[in-house]
T-cell receptor
């Protein structure tokens, strides 16, 4: 049981490049979400999904896209990377109804030059 | 608008002492208040949580105290150990799919 996995662990992009951060979970959780963590800012919700085919925006969605084609996978796409998107990105999952008890992945540290 | 305010930003406690981290919230619709612990290079992990109909919850050395009328809750770590050195986040949720609203975190150092 791997829990929540994220790839890559580190990534450096140039301004304007696009990329996809991968997230997968093997706990059969319906709810999945993406957060970004910035120094002194805590974690802020980017997008979330309550099941395959259903996604919605969180607090800071601009510049990011998500899709949910399977229960297991929830990729986060950066359309045109900007330096303001330099951050640590965490994927999390939980059962619907207990969204307060999130299982977090190990994170992806992204630097945009 | 920051809905969950956390203090202090950093805290140094001697081994064996009590670590106390405080949080205040604004939205009275919040109905679940978890605390997460994060070690360097790792994702946050759920430590302990409380619902607003309970004033205190204890799990081992970790206790949450909750004051609904003051809209405040706190984490107490008894007999603090060097292995407790981490960043702690309080959070709150509305109980639906809107996710967690986090405080800004407290960097805790336990000195041996």
């Amino acid at each position: 049981n791997a829990g929540v996995t994220q790839t890559p662990k580190f990534q450096v992009l140039k301004t304007g490049q696009s990329m996809t951060l991968q997230c997968a979970q093997d706990m059969n959780h319906e709810y999945m979400s993406w957060y970004r963590q910035d120094p002194g800012m805590g974690l802020r919700l980017i997008h979330y999904s309550v099941g395959a085919g259903i996604t919605d925006q969180g607090e800071v969605p601009n510049g990011y896209n998500v899709s949910r084609s399977t229960t297991e996978d929830f990729p986060l796409r950066l359309l045109s990377a900007a330096p303001s998107q330099t951050s640590v990105y965490f994927c999390a999952s939980s059962r619907v109804g207990v969204e307060g008890e999130q299982f977090f992945g190990p994170g992806t540290r992204l630097t945009v030059l | 608008q920051q809905q969950v305010k956390q203090s202090p930003q950093s805290l140094i406690v001697q081994k064996g002492g009590i670590s106390i981290i405080n949080c205040a919230y604004e939205n009275t619709a919040f109905d679940y208040f978890p605390w997460y612990q994060q070690f360097p290079g790792k994702g946050p992990a759920l430590l302990i949580a409380i619902r607003p109909d309970v004033s205190e919850k204890k799990e081992g050395r970790f206790t949450i105290s909750f004051n609904k009328s003051a809209k405040q809750f706190s984490l107490h770590i008894m007999d603090s150990q060097p292995g407790d050195s981490a960043t702690y986040f309080c959070a709150a949720t509305l109980g639906g799919a809107d996710g967690l609203t986090f405080g800004k975190g407290t960097h805790l150092i336990i000195q041996p």
